[in-house]
C-alpha cells in the first residue's frame, strides 16, 4: 500500500475544504483512493483513531456535504474508471462505474461509444460490441453540474432538468458496492435485498450481520432528497441512494442507460410577467407527456446574467435577451420524428397565445449545437448567481449561498409562488430565482449584501421551509440536506423521525464517523451518541 496515500492537509489542498455551497471548512488529513482496497485501507486507518471521514467527488454540491468539519478527507475523484458493461434479455444497456467518473466524463464515453474496455470480462467486452453497433443511449440524470461526480450524485439522488420526465438517478442505480466504516464490504442488487415492513437484514462479504430498524416515517411522493428514503417493504438498494454520504462509502455503482430519442429540441420561450410563464407552464403539464423538461427563469436571474454578459468573457457568446421580459420557461422535447416535433412545437406555440405570451419571442434549437447554447444558458444563470455570491463574501465573509431546494405538490405551485414573492418584497432582499418547475421545484436564491440580510434571509429560508413542510412539501428535492439544512428534517418529519434516521445510521456507523455533520447538528467539542 502507498505509504503516501495518507497525506496532512497542507496549502496544496486548500481548495479540498470547500464546495460550491462557499462554506469553508478543516481537515488534518486528505487521501485520493484509486481502487477499494485503498478505500478499505484508509476506512480502518481512521477508524483505529475514531476520526471523522468526510467524502468527497467533484465538489460541486450546494449543502456543503463535502465540506469537512473536521478530521479526514476521502476524495474519489481519481477512481474514474468504467469497469464494465450487460445487456439483458430485453436489450437495455448497464455500465458498471467507479464512482468518481464525472458526468461529462460519461456522457462523453456514451456519446462517443469510446471505453477502454481491454481489461475487461469477455461477456462485457461482448457487450460491448453490441451496444456499439446499436443505435444511441444516453444516462438520463442531468444536474446543472456535468463536472459533478457519478458518487456524489447517487449520494444526494440527483436529477436535473429532464427528472420531469425520466425522474431522479435512484430509477436508474441498479446495484452499489459499498464499504462500510468497519471495513467490511457488501453489494446490494436491486430487487435482492427487500425489506418486511420496516425491517431488512444486510450480510456483508465478511460474514456479519446488520439488522436494519427503518424509520416509521411516511416519504413524500413528489421529487426528494430529504434525509433517508423509507417505504414498507422498500428495496433496501433505495436507502443508499440519498444517503449524503452518512451511512457507508459507494466504491461501485451500476446505472441502466435509455435509449436517445431520435429527435429532441431545446424551446426557450420569454414573457412579459411571471404569472404569464407559470399558466404557460400549467397549460403544457396537462396536454402533453412528450416533454422531457420545463425550467423556469426569473426576471431578476435573466437581468443578472444581462449583467454578466455585459462584462464579456465566459458569457460573451449568449444571445441578447430583451430587457422588457421579465420571465423564461425552457421545455425540451423528446419524440420519434422531426414531423411529431413540429407538431408539438405549434402545440406550444398555441399554449403560449393562451397564456397570453408572445410566440415570436422564442428560441427553437433543432440541432446539437443550438441545444448546446440553450443548455450553457440554463448553467450560466446559477453560475453568474455564484460569482456575485463570491465576490459579496469578500466583504462579509460569512455570507454562504442561500438557495432553496424546496418542492411541492401540483397544486401548490402558486400558493409557493406567491408565498416566495410576499416575503422576498417584504424582506427587500435582492434575489434571483429559477429551477425545475415541471416538479413544482424552483430554487429562490437569496443575495445578502451584508451580515444582516443574510441572518434575514436564514430566517425567511426557515419559515418557508416550515410553511412548505405543512402542505406536504420537501426541504429538498435534489441538493441534499448537507450540513446547511439539518435543522429542517425536524420541520420536516419531526424530532422523533431525526433521532430513528440517527438510529439507523449507528448500525451502518457505530462510531459515528462517515459524513459527520451532514444531516444531523455537530458542532466542534460534541461526540455523536453512540
Known amino acids: 500500500m502507498d505509504k503516501n496515500l495518507i497525506r496532512p492537509m497542507t496549502e496544496e489542498y486548500t481548495e479540498f475544504l470547500r ?3 462557499r462554506m469553508v471548512g478543516k481537515a488534518e488529513s486528505i487521501s485520493f483512493p484509486q481502487c477499494e482496497r485503498e478505500m478499505i485501507h484508509i476506512v480502518k486507518k481512521m477508524a483505529d483513531r475514531q476520526m471523522p471521514i468526510t467524502l468527497q467527488g467533484g465538489r460541486t454540491g450546494l449543502a456543503a456535504g463535502a465540506v469537512p468539519l473536521k478530521g479526514h478527507i ?6 474514474n474508471k468504467v469497469v464494465g458493461m450487460r445487456k439483458d434479455d430485453e436489450g437495455s444497456y448497464y455500465l458498471r462505474l467507479q464512482p468518481g467518473i464525472t458526468l461529462s466524463q460519461l456522457r462523453k464515453k456514451i456519446e462517443m461509444k469510446a471505453f477502454d474496455h481491454h481489461d475487461w470480462m469477455e461477456d462485457d467486452k461482448k457487450a460491448y460490441i453490441e451496444f456499439c453497433d446499436d443505435p444511441e443511449h444516453f444516462f438520463s440524470p442531468d444536474p446543472t453540474e456535468a463536472s459533478a461526480t457519478l458518487g456524489g450524485m447517487v449520494a444526494c439522488n440527483a436529477s436535473g432538468a429532464r427528472s420531469y420526465r425520466y425522474g431522479s438517478i435512484r430509477h436508474y442505480v441498479i446495484s452499489l458496492r459499498l464499504v462500510l466504516t468497519s471495513g467490511d464490504t457488501v453489494e446490494i442488487k436491486r430487487g435482492k435485498i427487500i425489506a418486511k415492513g420496516r425491517e431488512a437484514e ?3 462479504e465478511q460474514g456479519n450481520l446488520l439488522k436494519l430498524k427503518l424509520p416509521e416515517y411516511q416519504s413524500p411522493n413528489i421529487k426528494n432528497a430529504s434525509g433517508y428514503y423509507v ?4 428495496d433496501v438498494i433505495d ?12 466504491s461501485e455503482i451500476e446505472v441502466k442507460l435509455l435509449k436517445m430519442p431520435p429527435v429532441v429540441w431545446g424551446i426557450s420561450c420569454f414573457f412579459l410577467q411571471e404569472a404569464l410563464a407559470v399558466n404557460f407552464v400549467k397549460e403544457i403539464r396537462r396536454k402533453t407527456d412528450k416533454v422531457a423538461s420545463i425550467e423556469y427563469f ?8 444581462r449583467v454578466q454578459k455585459k462584462k464579456g468573457l465566459t458569457f460573451a457568446s449568449l444571445p441578447d435577451i430583451s430587457p422588457e421580459m421579465k420571465a423564461a420557461v425552457y421545455v425540451e422535447i423528446h419524440v420519434e420524428t422531426t414531423q411529431e416535433a413540429i407538431g408539438l412545437l405549434n402545440l406550444l406555440k398555441k399554449k403560449i397565445k393562451r397564456a397570453d405570451g408572445d410566440p415570436k419571442h422564442t428560441w427553437v434549437a433543432r440541432v446539437d449545437v443550438d441545444r448546446d447554447r440553450l443548455l450553457f444558458f440554463r448553467h450560466a444563470i446559477p453560475e453568474s ?5 463570491d465576490e459579496r463574501k469578500k466583504d462579509c465573509p460569512a455570507i454562504t449561498k442561500l438557495g432553496t431546494d424546496m418542492a411541492v405538490p401540483d397544486e401548490f405551485l402558486d400558493w409557493v409562488i406567491k408565498g416566495y414573492r410576499e416575503k422576498l418584497k417584504d424582506s427587500g432582499i435582492r434575489s434571483a430565482v429559477w429551477g425545475h418547475i415541471g416538479d413544482n421545484h424552483l430554487h429562490v436564491n437569496l443575495l445578502p449584501r451584508n451580515e444582516r440580510e443574510y441572518e434575514l434571509g436564514k430566517e425567511i429560508y426557515a419559515e418557508w421551509a416550515s410553511e412548505i413542510s405543512k402542505v406536504g412539501g420537501v426541504v429538498s428535492a435534489e441538493h441534499g440536506v448537507g450540513k446547511l439544512k439539518y435543522q429542517f428534517l425536524e420541520t420536516m418529519y419531526g424530532s422523533a423521525a431525526v433521532e430513528q434516521m440517527k438510529s439507523l445510521k449507528r448500525t451502518f456507523d457505530p462510531l459515528g464517523i462517515l459524513g459527520r455533520g451532514n444531516l444531523f447538528s455537530f458542532t466542534e467539542g460534541q461526540e455523536e451518541k453512540k
Open 202 to 204: 444486510l450480510i456483508t
Open 239 to 250: 436507502l443508499l441512494i440519498g444517503s449524503d454520504g452518512t451511512l457507508a462509502i459507494i
Open 19 to 21: 464546495d460550491e455551497s
Open 231 to 234: 417505504a414498507d417493504d422498500m
Open 385 to 389: 448567481v455564484n460569482m456575485l455570491i
Open 74 to 79: 476521502m476524495n474519489i475523484s481519481r477512481m
Open 298 to 305: 426569473d426576471g431578476d436571474a435573466l437581468e443578472i446574467l
